[in-house]
């Protein structure tokens, strides 16, 4: 009770103090929540179904070229753009996960082909001239809600606040399904929950094709939110890398472990690049040095070093 009492009060708090903040910590805020987001869509396949994939950035990048072609081609609302992207990704997704499994690739294999799927469509869009080639594409900034453009950082706040707290109720919901129980035993190990009657194949499938969903709404965001796109940001390894981050930090394969491991990583990653300002990569570095601690040390993430303290 006093966890879920707790978990309300953060909720409260995270919907009433952000009119108040100054500009740059709310622009901290939503940079958590919009990480804290990408781990949780992330940990759907990577955490629960122990599928670690290191090229998330496809889906992220699909979501943010199709919603923004649609808007400078068709004139088609980002608000609907987003959706078609997602259903894209989807499709994308499931053709990227039935070669994958079909063949039987797991573990470092998978995380590789699912990198070379994400570099691949970035070594493409970059060839593209319809797609605006390396020089990327830019958002139109008029200011209009119907359109995804808002004149100030708040409304983007609460857009991405509501697409974490949908994220965190869908994973809640796959945790305690059928589905969820499947996709640990495939985790856990996949021959054992085969002979079990477990279908491996279509349980991983079904979390992939969630997971790039979510993420490719994702990166719709991101374009509206920078109004500004270009391959290598979208399409490359930082993005992907930026979704896991949180999720393993946090904790893989737990409900708020991506939330938890963003409102840490984060804040750390804005404090040392101001603290360490015109000495670069030092930032990188003394991040990375907190990302092996932290690995070092919990290798259950920091949800199973409370729940360890909790048991203890």
């Known amino acids: 009770m006093a966890v879920k009492a707790l978990a309300v009060l953060a909720g409260l708090a995270l919907l009433a103090v952000p009119p108040f903040l100054p500009k740059y910590f709310l622009e901290v805020l939503i940079s958590i929540l919009f990480f804290a987001y990408l781990g949780l869509a992330w940990n759907l396949l990577g955490g629960y179904a122990g599928q ?71 070594v493409v869009t970059v060839n593209l001239k319809v797609v605006g080639a390396s020089l990327g594409l830019v958002v139109p900034s008029q200011t209009n809600a119907l359109l995804f453009v808002f004149a100030d950082k708040l409304p983007y706040y ?8 949908v994220a965190l109720a869908i994973t809640h919901r796959v945790a305690g399904s059928r589905l969820g129980y499947c996709l640990v035993a495939v985790r856990e190990n996949e021959d054992a929950a085969e002979a079990a009657g477990v279908d491996a194949r279509g349980a991983k499938l079904r979390a992939m094709a969630i997971s790039a969903f979510l993420t490719a709404l994702g990166g719709t965001f991101y374009a509206q939110y920078f109004a500004y796109i270009d391959p290598t940001i979208t399409f490359g390894p930082a993005i992907s890398i930026g979704g896991l981050l949180p999720a393993i930090v946090g904790g893989a394969g737990t409900v708020l472990g991506p939330v938890l491991g963003s409102f840490v990583l984060t804040p750390i990653s804005e404090i040392t690049r101001a603290m360490l300002r015109g000495r670069a990569g030092a930032d990188i570095m003394l991040y990375g040095l907190v990302l092996i601690l932290v690995i070092s040390f919990l290798p259950q993430g920091l949800m199973g070093w409370l729940r360890a303290r909790r048991a203890s």
Do not use: C
């Not at 088609?76 to 499931?94: E, I, K, Y």
């Not at 690739?105 to 469509?121: D, H, I, K």
């Open 52 to 122: 670690f994939s290191f090229g998330h950035a496809a889906f992220f990048g699909i979501g943010a070229y199709t919603s923004t072609l649609l808007l400078l081609r068709a004139g088609l609302s980002p608000w609907l753009g987003m959706l078609a992207g997602g259903l894209l990704a989807t499709g994308f997704g499931l053709f990227e996960g039935y070669l994958s499994f079909r063949y039987g690739l797991r573990g470092p294999y998978f995380s590789l082909v699912t990198l070379a799927f994400a570099e691949m469509l970035r």
């Open 158 to 165: 609460y857009v991405i606040a509501v697409m974490t707290a």
